[in-house]
């Protein structure tokens, strides 16, 4: 690839991004707490499981200083639903950080922003780029298929760095390793428009240049790529099944939740029913069977009535109404049974199929 075909790429995907990207919130301006906000939060999870909780979360917390301010059990609360709760702690950990440490102002390098808790490579390169213009790549998923597809070999890989593509895949020309592809991404990176170079990638990978049904034919960088059809199908690792048990003790208007021990290694300091054995059963009819996944592992989940007097004690439980266990931070899968029980109070019980 010439210099010359490499600003044509450039600029046709920049075209392409202007006239296609996707109206999303965190994308009407640059302002670098939405951006790192919106990265935190899109960390593998889909978009548009991120739209909602977004909008609620800088409802609260508008301001890093709101963020800061607020106590971790707060963050959760808005986390609910969203899943690997280490990134909200994390979160609020780096925005301590940024207004106590550093007076509320955000690094404006990737390298400042890698400094932080929670923030890697990609979030620092993505946060850096988008919001401050700094010329530093970015790799995902979808990056890296897109670059795959194209097999960009051989020639200079910019006017001014002398470098070439082959040296930044590495020296045999084969299947690019984790570091030789984000040196192949900074080598096509557009340096006038570095973040929405990144972002344009990242669309075109997620929408276009999509692993099983790429939209080849109205690709803008068809003209450049080696690649046509979908990839190849992948063995997909067998999903582990697991069977959840949980009772529902009613108080009046009240039900019982028990907290996760604050050292447990799953979703420390969060709130739950409390889970019931398979002996404690017998043969009893469910409230409630619904089907809840998380990473590799879809979960059955069965819930029954109870009495207080049938529960095993235990320290950390309460009774709270549903505006407290809004305002708790609940596991996601506690958040979808109470949610679903109180929509259908009054109604059938039967199974659900949502996930």
Partial sequence: MTPARLRSLRRDLLRWYDRNRRDLPW????????????????QQTRVAAVLDHYARFLRRFPTVQSLAAAREASVLTLWSGLGYYHRARRMHQAARVIVRERSGKFPRTAEGWSTLPGIGRYTA????????GEPVAVVDGNVERVLERL???????????????RQ???RDGGAATRESTWQLAQALLDRKRPGDFNQATMELGATVCTPRAPQCLVCPLQ?????RGADPPREQAARNRKDVRYSLARNGSTVLLVRRALDSSLMPGMWELPSLDQDSINGDAPLLRLRHSITDTDYRVVVFARELDQLLPVDSARWVTRRQWEQLPLTGLTRKVLLRLSAESGGSRGESKCR
């Fill in 27 to 42: 994308r009407r301006d640059c302002d670098p707490y939405r951006v790192w906000v919106s990265e935190i939060m899109l």
């Fill in 125 to 132: 390169a993505a946060i850096a780029s988008i919001a401050f």
């Fill in 151 to 165: 097999g960009i070999h051989g020639t200079q890989a910019s006017p001014t760095d002398g470098r070439t593509l």
């Fill in 168 to 170: 930044a895949r590495g």
């Fill in 223 to 227: 003209r450049f790529c080696t690649y």
